[in-house]
């Protein structure tokens, strides 16, 4: 009985550090640019696709397979490169329109990313069979858990901890939450809202992909998983409330556990009870549970 | 009485915005109420329109108790109001804007299938505010082409347009050129005889306006009202000529017999 | 006059077109008239009340759905029937999602609406006993004013009688549509998406009235999905999806929302490049998607936007 419970909740936990990586993502990119980048879940796809083809060159390259979880991160981050490219060449011309106009050239992202995928690297799913257990499995109170997922969990943990440093220590954070809290504010004060917006973007695109990567062991990559994520970093971030950090981290955990809660006691009901609570909160409290004064 | 506000209180937090505020308004009064920035002012504008609700004391519109009922219901009832910051819809020419209000107090909004443009009625309303407010030769303008004085003009216009018994003007002239100021000033109070208004409320900075207008000032400070009275007993008050006007402000002489709003000729 | 002009133009050839468009083409404007329908109801919220809604598939499913139920359940196969059902159900439908949504602008509307989408969504794909799941429901063929067709083969049936039923439809929802952007209820809508604050000053109620437009917009969107059915043979979950709501918001930005017509028109337009695309390369997203951006980007008034300006400087309204 324990052990059933702890093993629906160590995935529950685990869906919820990839969870919250895309969703941390999504709150950077919002709390300081103001969009509502629906592009996330396709970044994230994108992570998984390149991290599949990075663990695979690795091996065929002569690596060996145990440290397969390096190439699959370093990949998971570089591919972040990507969102500079979407930021510079895209984004940057909407700054000053609608926020109607925003979502949709992030909509108009995720089309085109899902076809890119196909078009590289094919229809049929994509995996690194077999390295998933290859850290093996450990005993936590009576549950078998394998052990790549403590790894993620942890490395996870890390990320929210060094994200917290970063926004409350160093002056970049200052600088980001300054501009999240007043744009024209920190402009008048000679920030450069040009550089910080790239680096913000591609900082969020690159959380994204890492989730990405770092979710292939575990799964197959396919060309859908993007536009469905989507959706459940979305109940994420409006669960926890838009443009805040610790938001991302409380409703990954609630939705990471509930999903995986729902999937085990009644399948059908998997989503639509996540659905249901983001509703329920969006009533409740419009402003998420951790959400700012003013979006 | 009109409206009358009793006891009026407001705190955002530990701050006291208003403390204690009394005002009535009768038929046919022309009320300005001046007072430095942070005197309460906008709070108190806020409370007697409804949007928000008071801390404590009462705001009573008829007799009827209209504290914190918000902006729709008020305008029912027959308050309207005009804002600081020029209110416009960008997209709409001067006659839509017009009608809208029209539609408003005709209840006429829910008609989904009726033709606006066939409604005879709310036509010719519009078209008599347009009129009396000097905009009939702009009326196919959309409102954001308008010069920022149309732009005002348009904005207490609409307001006018739900025929209120009664009406708030937030800083009628504010951003508007002086030569302009009075212009607007004589269109406005002429209208409001022409349309049956029973009183006036003005928030007003420009103190030829609020002394060329006015039948009774209120000066607030500091959330508590300072004085209330006719212009000549405020000119006379050495506090509010201190605290509120200014000395070097030249006073001009209050206007000529009683009532600006339904007075005898 | 000369608007009245290509519209008096559009229509005869709508009505000329069986005798001269492939049997192909012809199947391809039955999803077209049945979008047509979803968008100017989608785009009296776009539009005249400034609400992006991301899920309004969640009608177009609840229109679809009402078909196949009906046929599969009731054994009711009369389109008449099928469209008042799932103008009912639309309306119902949204006057409860619309109580909870019009609260919120902007980006909270959107995600509200994309949410209660996906609870439709994630309803017909788990519910399968009911719904078919993933496999979803066949819709039967409809009686057309209750004449029995089944004795045509089903191409004739679809681009003969269904393909003028579809038209009328269009053409009666697109003069209601008309009379209700320029009743007084329009204007107050527009008032509402212009300047919200200075609305409620002039005693119109924001929630009210964003209220009833998100339930004719639904109704709209129901009644859309219910002709939408009977071209596809079978309704499914992805009809839901929210990248279809997505897709939907696209078409009316591509025909330009700020124009009447221009959903409509970007409908058609979504369509017929969809279906060139296809016949090319089977990624129709990535080049949809490079089109969305190029409108977001250089023509943010779609493609009537891009005719008037050749016209006259027409200012592009805001949604």
Sequence with gaps: MTANVVNILMSGVFHAAILFLVSAGLQLVFGVQKIFNLACGSFYALGAYVGVSAVSAFVSAGGAPVLFILPLAVAGLAVGAVGLVVERGLLRFVYDRDETFQLLLTFALVLMMEDAIRLTWGTAPQSTSGYYLLYGQARVLGAVVPVYNLIVIAASVLIAAGLGLMLTRTAFGRIIRAAADNREMAEALGVDMRGIYARVFTLGTALGTLGGALVIPATAAMSEMGIELIVEAFAVVVIGGLGSMRGALVGALVVGVLRAVAISVYPEIEMLLIYLIVIAVLLLRPRGLFGGAAA | MILEARDLRKLYGDFCALDGVSLAVGAGEFVSIIGPNGAGKSTLINLLTGVLRPT??????????????????LTRLGLARSFQLVQIFPDLTVLETLQAPVVSRLGRGTRFFRSLAADREVQADALEVAELFGLADKRHVPARQLAQGDKKLLDVASAFALRPEIILLDEPTSGVSTAEKSAIMEILVTASRRMGLKAIIQVEHDMDIVFGYSDRIVALHQGKVLADATPSTIRADARVVDMVIGRTHHLPSPPQGEGRVRGSP | MSGRLILGLALAGLLVLPFVLSPYRLILMLPFMAYGVILLGLNLLFAYAGLVSFGHALFVGVGAYTGAFLGAHAGIRSIEVVVLVAAILGAVVAALVGLLCVRYVKIYFGMLTLAFGMVF?????KFYRITGGDEGMPVPRPLLLGLDLDAMPKTDYLIGPYYYYCLGVLVVAAAVMWRIVHSPFGLCLRTIRDNPTKAEALGVSVTRYRWYAFVISGVFGAVGGALLGPPIGNVDPTLVYWTHSGSLVFMALLGGFAHFFGPVLGAFVFIFLQDAVM?????????????????????????????????????????
Aim: aromatic share 12%; net charge positive.
């Design chain 2, 56 to 73: 404590a004391g009462t705001v009573r519109f008829n007799d009827r108790d209209v504290a914190g009922i918000g902006p729709v219901a």
């Design chain 3, 121 to 125: 969504y994630t309803f017909v794909l």
């Design chain 3, 279 to 319: 016949s090319v390369v089977p990624y129709w997203r990535l080049v949809f998607g490079a089109i969305l951006a190029a409108i977001v980007i250089f023509a943010p008034g779609g493609l009537m936007g891009l005719f008037a300006r050749r016209r006259a400087p027409v200012e592009v309204a805001r949604p």
